[in-house]
């Protein structure tokens, strides 16, 4: 292996490695030449020195030719797993042997494959198989052959205790793996006050500004509530131990008095004074907000959350109801509720749920398949005179579910036909709000978001959806419930197609938006459909209609043929959910590969290197945008490239501004797309060029294609970026593992955001020229690829997150992170910048691709806003 360039250690004592790490020894000075000789007749001698850090350390040499360098061969297990060259300079052993140059040292670095939890025997060869000796560290005068070694990696401890946050003890540890260089969460700590052990928890809650900072596990941090009794004004002393070692957290101890409500008040107050400060003083106003007892609500508390939501939505249409309008002279709405065996008990509250409306002009259609039951008869028949609104239909024979819906679309009256499941919930506005909402756009498709609700009543597993996301669409029929669509529209479209039996809705939303224009379907904000979940239901188990992934897979394909669309479609891990791939042109467009950097040469080389090995797109070029590198290496490395076939560098001797950079890159450039990737940014996918062409070529209003992105540790980095004035702007999914399918399925499936990040981004050029490119004057550094996104969907294009193509991102690893003190300013400034231009316009307020009840600035698709501040 080669050897590591090193200045020539001193002969002196090493203490032991760290416990469980395995010894280190190394003599105090040269053993006399007696002791040094492997064997008597052997004309090489050399010594095992230390081995510290998965580092083994040592010298050799010739006694019958000095300028010769021996080979140390290195053997664990009596395996041979490598070579190290005897050339690093050694002054004592120099000194010792009179030797020319002291070029005699060598350190081998142990492969982390033996670090496995196992011990392992190494020892030293010379070129003659004669043994290299080394000292037992407990006894200097014994001589060895080699020693075994524990097999635990080098682990250092990172961390650091935060504070009190909304009265929680907060902080983040690491353990940092000195020899694969990862830092991983999830260590275990004890926390104590006044030398009482109160707490144990695991370090393993997500903390995106660690890992942004340190490019690591974000699942690091704590979160401790101390106990009642420790609250009031006195101090207490506060210690953080990471377990099993007991090792001190950085930071600790914390001596403090927990804040009471006086001086929570005062928070307050202060927190109203600073608000008009500069960026420091803006920091500390946060601080202090955080330490506010406020409701915190997530997708863990949904039940709570609920509960709350619908009480507020009830008040908020009843104050924006108009009542001096006649209930009778709205729109009729014709309910259709296909029915067969269903749970007494369920079918009941389903019609219950629709009997209680505030809206009340419609009509219910409940279709008998043919089941056959006298109970269930005499329950609609009783219905049926109760309530003139309730009329049923009677099948002789079952005809599933689609042959069910397609009889009551037949005799449906209303303007507006809705689908309902015959155990399902209405929420008691749903229909009030469904309508108002068709009629505010004149939509002719209408749909809302959803939940589950089980057998004890809770409501679990929301389903806030995006507005109309027709990328999204093809991956999975994520409209769902509710759907209401125009009569008029329907009965255009047809019936149910019993060939798509399992998938037949999907296939039928699909037919509806080939009839309509996207802008012609509306998505109400609100939760407005129970789903209820039972064993045998779909909301429990998909394989209980596992035909339904050979149905949507047909259902998707014969949709894009009537498109004139050529891709292939597949389930995604033999699920509901599908990938599309599209079939690219005869003729290519060309891409420009745009990759900026500055020095970091092995960074780049190595983004270099894969780009010209792994793509297999045909017509492309890269335009290295060097932005005044320094180095000899970067001079070496500039001359390579430039002999380098598709490969030029544009030599840019300005200070770092990210957008102007890519503007002179594209300046004068022909190219019909243009692909923006960061240096730090990895990808060894050979088809992934042709799929993010094919996804930007599958429609004219495609603008932009991002991609997936992880970090070194196999955790999600980008899937899209949501937007909005409480944030700015945040990556979603951020710290899932990489194979993690993210909130209902959107990280697994490609669809539509309001951006992608420039770290790894295709756009058309059309599109970029038609906005200006990127902003170089207000938007130098950050948020630009974001403000770019913004303009261009502003112009009529879509973004979207290719969830096929998957790259590494060692994020910030060339310029650094924004959150350094010499970057806050700037930081400051442009994040004010996107603040004024955008954050009065609707795609701030509401992003289209993000559910509003989900926040921007806490973990999205997790954390949830408080239900009481909706609108």
């Not at 260089?181 to 009482?196: H, K, N, S």
């Not at 704590?222 to 930071?251: C, M, N, W």
């Not at 992934?549 to 050529?566: E, P, Q």
């Not at 599958?698 to 070194?712: I, N, T």
Request: negative net charge; glycine residues 6%; charged residues 25%.
């Amino acid at each position: 292996m080669p050897l590591k360039t090193a200045e020539a250690p001193e002969p002196v004592p090493t203490e032991a490695s760290r416990p469980g790490h395995g010894p280190a020894a190394r003599a105090s000075a040269p053993p006399p030449p007696e002791a040094r000789i492997a064997t008597a007749p052997s004309p090489y001698v050399g010594h095992f020195d230390s081995f510290t850090d998965g580092i083994a350390r040592g010298w050799a040499l010739n006694l019958a030719n000095m300028a010769e360098p021996p080979v140390v061969h290195v053997l664990i297990d009596r395996q041979e797993v490598g070579r190290a060259v005897c050339e690093m300079v050694r002054e004592d052993v120099r000194v010792a042997f009179n030797h020319p140059t002291g070029k005699v040292g060598f350190e081998f670095k142990i492969p982390e494959a033996f670090f496995d939890g196992e011990e392992h025997r190494i020892c030293l060869r010379l070129p003659d198989r004669s043994v290299v000796p080394t000292v037992d560290p407990l006894d200097p005068d014994k001589r060895e052959d080699g020693f075994t070694f524990a097999s635990l990696p080098p682990v250092n401890l990172m961390s650091f205790v935060d504070g009190f946050k909304r009265g929680k003890l907060r902080g983040w540890v690491l353990n940092h793996h000195l020899l694969s260089g990862e830092r991983i969460g999830g260590v275990l700590i004890q926390v104590t006050v006044d030398g009482a052990k109160v707490a144990q928890v695991r370090a393993d809650r997500y903390r995106g500004d660690v890992a942004s900072v340190l490019n690591c596990d974000p699942n690091c941090g704590y979160e401790v509530g101390l106990p009642q009794r420790f609250k009031g004004s006195g101090q207490h002393t506060i210690r953080i131990y990471a377990l099993p070692d007991h090792t001190e957290l950085s930071g600790s101890p914390l001596v403090t008095s927990l804040a009471d409500n006086a001086l929570e008040a005062q928070l307050v107050d202060v927190s109203r004074t600073i608000e008009v400060l500069y960026k420091e003083i803006t920091r500390l106003r946060n601080e202090v907000i955080n330490a506010m007892p406020t409701p915190d609500y997530d997708l863990n508390d949904y039940d709570r959350w609920a509960r709350i939501y619908y009480r507020t939505l009830r008040q908020r249409v009843d104050d924006a109801r108009d009542n001096s309008v006649d209930p009778m002279s709205r729109p009729l709405v014709s309910i259709l509720v296909p029915t067969y065996k269903p749970l007494i008990s369920d079918f009941t509250a389903a019609v219950d749920s629709v009997i209680a409306q505030t809206y009340a002009n419609w009509e219910l259609i409940i279709i008998d398949d043919g089941c056959k039951s006298a109970e269930v008869m005499k329950v609609v028949d009783d219905y049926c005179a109760r309530d003139s609104r309730i009329r049923s239909v009677r099948l002789k024979k079952n005809q599933g579910i689609a042959g069910a819906t397609n009889a009551g679309m037949g005799v449906v009256r209303g303007k507006y036909t809705l689908f309902f499941d015959h155990d399902d919930l209405l929420v008691d506005v749903a229909v009030e709000m469904m309508v108002d909402g068709a009629e505010r756009t004149g939509a002719k498709l209408i749909f809302s978001d959803e939940d589950k609700i089980d057998q004890a009543g809770y409501y679990l597993e929301p389903n806030f959806k995006p507005d109309f996301n027709y990328r999204y669409l093809l991956g999975c029929n994520y409209i769902c419930h509710i759907t209401m669509v125009d009569t008029e529209v329907m009965k255009k479209v047809g019936h149910l197609r019993t060939a798509y039996d399992g998938a037949q809705d999907h296939d039928f939303v699909l037919r509806v938006s080939e009839e309509i224009r996207f802008d012609q379907v509306h998505h109400v904000r609100e939760v407005l459909y129970h789903w209820r979940k039972t064993p045998n239901s779909t909301a429990v188990r998909v394989d209980n209609k596992t035909y339904a992934i050979d149905a949507g897979i047909r259902a998707v394909g014969d949709h894009l043929k009537r498109r004139g669309v050529k891709a292939k479609v597949s389930s995604v891990n033999g699920l509901t959910l599908y990938g599309v791939k599209w079939e690219l042109p005869a003729k290519l467009p060309r891409v420009s590969i745009i990759i900026p950097f500055k020095d970091e040469i092995e960074t780049t080389q190595r983004c270099l290197d894969d780009l010209l090995k792994h793509t297999k797109y045909a017509n492309y070029d890269i335009i290295l945008v060097n932005n005044w590198s320094v180095t000899r290496e970067a001079e070496r490395f500039i001359a390579r490239a430039r002999k380098t076939r598709r490969v030029s560098v544009l030599d840019v001797e300005e200070p770092f501004n990210y957008s102007r950079l890519n503007n002179l890159a594209c300046a004068g450039n022909d190219a019909e797309f243009f692909f923006f990737m960061n240096n730090d940014v990895f990808i060894d996918q050979p088809d992934w060029l042709n799929i993010l062409v094919g996804e930007a070529l599958s429609a004219d209003d495609v603008g932009v294609v991002g991609m997936k992105l992880l970090y070194p540790n196999n955790t999600m980095q980008h899937t899209g970026v949501i937007v909005g004035a409480a944030g700015v702007a945040a990556h979603v999914h951020r710290g899932l593992k990489y194979d993690d399918y993210g909130y209902i399925g959107r990280a697994a499936l490609s669809n539509e955001y309001s951006a992608v990040t420039a770290a790894g981004m295709l756009v058309r050029a059309s599109a970029y020229r038609a906005v200006g490119g990127f902003d170089e004057v207000s938007l130098q550094v950050a948020y630009n690829d974001v403000d770019l996104c913004l303009k261009i969907r502003e112009a009529g294009y879509r973004v979207i997150y290719c969830a096929e193509v998957c790259a590494f991102h060692h994020e910030s690893l060339s310029r650094g992170s924004d959150e350094k003190p010499e970057h806050e300013a700037r930081f400051f400034r442009e994040s004010q910048t996107m603040q004024k231009r955008w954050g009065d316009r609707p795609i701030f307020r509401n992003d289209p691709g993000y559910s509003r009840f989900f926040s921007v600035d806490k973990l999205p698709f997790f954390n949830l806003v408080d239900p009481e501040t909706l609108e």
